[in-house]
């Protein structure tokens, strides 16, 4: 894939976006709200919606792995990085099906990529503990996806009616 430099620069730019959405999440006490260990909103999940629609998904499969792989670094935690990756990668795959379904919207992508990424996730989990034992944990996150996922799914609904007016989807 041949990029020119303001595909370059979008992407580069929207990784920073997504990485400091991933940084700033850890700051909101998601747990008080939804009493379940391990959830997050998935901040970030807006620009790899974003990234998905304007630019298609060559690209924002680019900005996803490139948020996981610096994520990892920058927070230190390389063990974490199968986690993000095999979530990250399962969420894109997808979302990126789910996008080309024309009767389904951004609310629906998002939720369904919210549902993978637990599952990549899980997978994860399975993987690194040598257990099935995850598995059981795995209908608690879906149902926390349903929200998740539509959380991120309105944010990525307003960002892109605010830039309808722009040429960043052209």
């Given at each position: 894939?041949?990029?020119?430099?303001r595909?370059?620069?979008?992407?580069?730019?929207?990784?920073?976006?997504?990485?400091?959405?991933?940084?700033?999440?850890?700051?909101?006490?998601?747990?008080?709200?939804?009493?379940?260990?391990?959830i997050?909103?998935?901040?970030?999940?807006?620009?790899?919606?974003?990234?998905?629609?304007?630019?298609?998904?060559?690209q924002?499969?680019?900005?996803?792995?490139?948020?996981?792989?610096?994520?990892?670094?920058?927070?230190?935690?390389?063990?974490?990085?199968?986690?993000?990756?095999?979530?990250?990668?399962?969420?894109?795959?997808?979302?990126?099906?789910?996008?080309?379904?024309k009767?389904?919207?951004?609310?629906?992508?998002?939720?369904?990529?919210?549902?993978?990424?637990?599952?990549?996730?899980?997978?994860?989990?399975?993987?690194?503990l040598?257990?099935?034992?995850?598995?059981?944990?795995?209908?608690?996150?879906?149902?926390?996806?349903?929200?998740?996922?539509?959380?991120?799914?309105?944010?990525?609904?307003?960002?892109?009616?605010?830039?309808?007016?722009?040429?960043?989807?052209?």
């Amino acid at each position: 894939m041949k990029l020119t430099t303001r595909q370059l620069t979008l992407c580069a730019v929207l990784t920073a976006m997504a990485l400091a959405l991933s940084y700033l999440e850890n700051f909101f006490p998601l747990s008080l709200a939804i009493p379940i260990p391990g959830i997050k909103l998935g901040l970030a999940n807006i620009v790899t919606l974003f990234a998905l629609y304007a630019l298609g998904p060559g690209q924002a499969l680019l900005i996803l792995l490139a948020r996981c792989l610096l994520g990892a670094v920058f927070a230190g935690n390389m063990n974490a990085l199968i986690f993000s990756l095999l979530g990250g990668v399962t969420a894109m795959g997808v979302m990126i099906a789910l996008s080309r379904l024309k009767r389904l919207s951004v609310y629906g992508v998002s939720v369904g990529g919210a549902a993978a990424h637990n599952c990549g996730q899980i997978a994860a989990a399975c993987l690194t503990l040598g257990s099935m034992a995850p598995l059981y944990y795995l209908p608690i996150l879906l149902g926390a996806s349903l929200i998740t996922g539509a959380v991120t799914g309105v944010a990525a609904a307003c960002l892109f009616r605010v830039l309808a007016h722009t040429n960043i989807f052209r």
